[in-house]
């Protein structure tokens, strides 16, 4: 099945941009919607932005829509996060994950990402 793996995560400043990729390592994924979630310390999992297979439809948490933009190049086998004006309550564990239907609920996504760190400084 579908192996996933988030890199471009680090430490920005506020305001800064980060690109964040979920790449697939096991196999294509043009099928799959996929979501990014984010997982800050003693905090539920919540999503962030979901793409479905085509790429034709995407949602947004309230908190970054307007600044973060999900596409998605399955020649690539690549979702991409881009993550602009960044602010301190975006730090957190950013994961990618897939599924097979179209929802923003985590429970629903059965192959995740072993997740990628974000820091946003002040």
């Known amino acids: 099945q579908v192996q996933l793996v988030e890199s471009g995560g680090g430490l920005v400043q506020a305001g800064g941009s980060l690109r964040l990729s979920c790449a697939s390592s096991?196999?294509?994924?043009?099928?799959?919607?996929v979501g990014w979630f984010h997982q800050a310390p003693g905090k539920e999992r919540e999503s962030v932005a979901v793409?479905?297979?085509?790429?034709?439809?995407?949602y947004y948490a309230d908190s970054v829509k307007d600044r973060f933009t999900i596409s998605r190049n399955n020649a690539k086998n690549t979702v991409y996060l881009q993550m602009n004006s960044l602010e301190p309550e975006d730090t957190a564990f950013y994961y990618c994950?897939?599924?097979?239907?179209?929802?923003?609920?985590?429970?629903?996504?059965?192959?995740w990402g072993q997740g990628t760190q974000v820091t946003v400084s002040s």
């Open positions: 994950a897939a599924s097979h239907s179209l929802t923003l609920n985590p429970e629903f996504f059965g192959f």
């Open positions: 096991g196999g294509a994924f043009s099928g799959y919607c």
């Open positions: 793409i479905s297979w085509s790429g034709g439809t995407t």
